[in-house]
């Protein structure tokens, strides 16, 4: 008994839960919701809506998420490798089904969503967590070998079909997926000449965008509002009432909110001049009503946000936790900067949300998923040994 009781108790260790990105992801949703309410509300009340109508409906799916995100972040991220191949299937159907079926819905001439009955999704929004599972299982499994030529191509022949079905009607997904399996490889493998090639390339690509453009298109590679995309970019304003006439009407926005801006609420572009100005817009109208002080504040917290990621995958267990915070950072990060890049006009328009911000239910779902992923990776992190 004197012995029993003399023995230390071993003590569990205390693992890490990261409440700063937690705090992170509960200030963008809320802020979100703000200005979600105030671009939308005009618009809303012409449809004969409630002028809450937009966050209302992105409040409840946030909320659900954000549900789903603590039950997420509480679990062993192990559990989800389990998912890989049900992962995959399950993203081939919906993406076969959205493209070649009638299940698929069409709007603006693009097919995205997958709708039955008066419910709808993105499959685009699955396949970019696919896309991030997937490529940290094989990494981790591959090990050394993930630097072979073999490995890339049976990465290439798992995922690239799935990423050209995407881009067939959404460009813009198309280019993050690429770019979310381009970040992941590119920090898993030695060798990065590969990747400096392509990063070259695509700069090579943009600077002489138009005559590329034509040329993909006459192969049949880019559709006819693609390639008009790439001509309204090089000059919006020859096309002021045509293809042009957003990207203006958002640069109006952030050049007439100045320093600090006309107020929340007080935007004059989202009075019908700015087309649906709580999508992928919704960056113009931060930049008109809270001015350039709103714009940088909003860009360093997602600065910081990606900052949390970096410290959570260089502090994770193992290399697959590491690899599955690295994949979401690569998400944020490339989402982020394509949608400023757009509303500013630095690149052609792709139709591309602002994380957490812009109005889009199955964007923030699948998002706050990611989320919780990464919140459970940091919880497995052990603060002493």
């Not at 389990?82 to 076969?96: D, E, G």
């Not at 959205?98 to 396949?127: D, H, M, Y």
């Not at 298109?217 to 559709?223: K, M, P, Q």
């Not at 320093?259 to 113009?284: C, H, R, T, V």
């Amino acid at each position: 008994m004197a012995e029993t009781a003399g023995r230390k108790k071993k003590k569990k260790p205390r693992r890490f839960y990261d409440y700063s990105l937690l705090f992170t992801i509960i200030f963008l949703t809320v802020f979100g919701l703000i200005m979600i309410y105030s671009s939308s509300s005009y618009s809303a009340q012409l449809d004969g809506r409630p002028p809450s109508y937009y966050m209302e409906r992105q409040g409840k799916i946030a909320l659900a998420g954000f549900l789903a995100m603590l039950v997420v972040s509480k679990m062993d991220y192990h559990f989800f490798a389990k998912f890989t191949i049900p992962a995959i299937v399950v993203s081939y159907v919906c993406v076969i089904l959205v493209n070649f079926t009638p299940l698929g819905i069409e709007a603006n001439g693009k097919k995205r969503w997958l709708g039955v009955g008066s419910a709808s999704f993105q499959p685009a929004e699955l396949v970019k967590v696919t896309v991030i599972l997937v490529m940290a299982v094989m990494i981790t499994r591959l090990g050394k070998k993930v630097d072979e030529w073999r490995s890339w191509g049976i990465m290439a022949v798992l995922l690239l079909p799935l990423a050209l079905l995407v881009t067939m009607n959404n460009l813009s997904s198309g280019i993050i997926i690429c770019g979310i399996a381009f970040v992941m490889m590119f920090i898993a493998c030695k060798k990065k000449w590969p990747f400096v090639t392509c990063v070259l390339l695509a700069a090579a690509a943009m600077v002489f965008a138009p005559p590329v453009a034509m040329a993909l298109e006459s192969a049949g590679i880019l559709h006819d509002y693609q390639l008009s995309r790439i001509l309204v970019w090089k000059s919006p304003e020859s096309y002021p009432q045509d293809g042009g006439y957003q990207v203006l009407q958002g640069l109006y926005a952030i050049g007439s909110g100045g320093l600090l801006g006309k107020g929340l609420g007080q935007s004059i572009q989202k009075l019908s001049f700015l087309p649906e100005p709580q999508n992928d817009m919704i960056f113009s109208v931060i930049c008109e009503e809270l001015g350039l002080f709103g714009a940088v504040s909003v860009i360093l917290i997602f600065l910081f946000m990606i900052y949390r990621f970096m410290l959570i995958s260089g502090n994770a267990p193992d290399l697959f936790g590491a690899m599955l915070v690295i994949g979401v950072l690569a998400h944020i990060a490339i989402q982020v900067i394509l949608n400023i890049a757009v509303v500013t006009n630095v690149i052609p328009n792709t139709g591309i949300t602002l994380p957490f911000i812009s109005y889009g239910g199955t964007s923030v779902l699948f998002l706050m998923l990611e989320m919780g992923i990464v919140l459970s990776v940091s919880n497995q992190i052990k603060l002493e040994k």
